[in-house]
């Protein structure tokens, strides 16, 4: 028999290390996959149509980040308690396996999103009146534009659309569109595509104020 050494089993700062920095590579490198195959396939339009409360109340709109600080505060006292009765390396684990998770419902999350809308179902042509516009800065999640206030003939709210064709810019309140659409394989509209009519005469002017 040789003389070879016994494999060494990872420590546990290797285990935490890789814990620590494969699943944000992982999600890293499926974004980039993802981004690869949609640019290797013809270029579809896809904008999502989502519709906007503009009678909400200021509870509705700061209750996501009411129940996203709730959360925190409760899993703050979750921790607490447990480092008292179990030890601080217990939490230390525990907030170690929620950091993974957190990556692996962003990964999941990414698919979704690509599935749904690789499966888009082609709906009939609508109308629709610009009711206002604003200039949308890009960011790191969005190419930016122009912000559209949309009425959709047949949609009882008004639907919020983000353009970043030029043009858009030049559109004023009361302009008459046509839209091709299409509905997400799960959920969601999307728009792919739109047409510039003649703006009514006598249209209203006056516009929600998005500044």
Known sequence: MSDLPAPVAPSAAQRTAWLLF??????AGLRWLLQWQGERGPQTTALPLTPLALDATP????SPFLWALGAVLLLGLWMVRVARRAGAQRVRRALLWAWVALWLAGSAA???RHANRQGMVPLAPVQAEVLGSRTR???LH????????LRVDGLEAVQQLVVDDPRAAQWQPGQRLALTWARGRSSGRFVTGWGVQDRPAGADAAAPNLR
């Open 22 to 27: 494969a699943p944000p590579a992982v999600l």
């Open 59 to 62: 509870l509705q709109l700061f």
């Open 110 to 112: 990414l698919l979704w």
């Open 137 to 139: 800065m890009p960011s």
């Open 142 to 149: 969005a190419v930016g534009g122009t912000e559209l206030l």
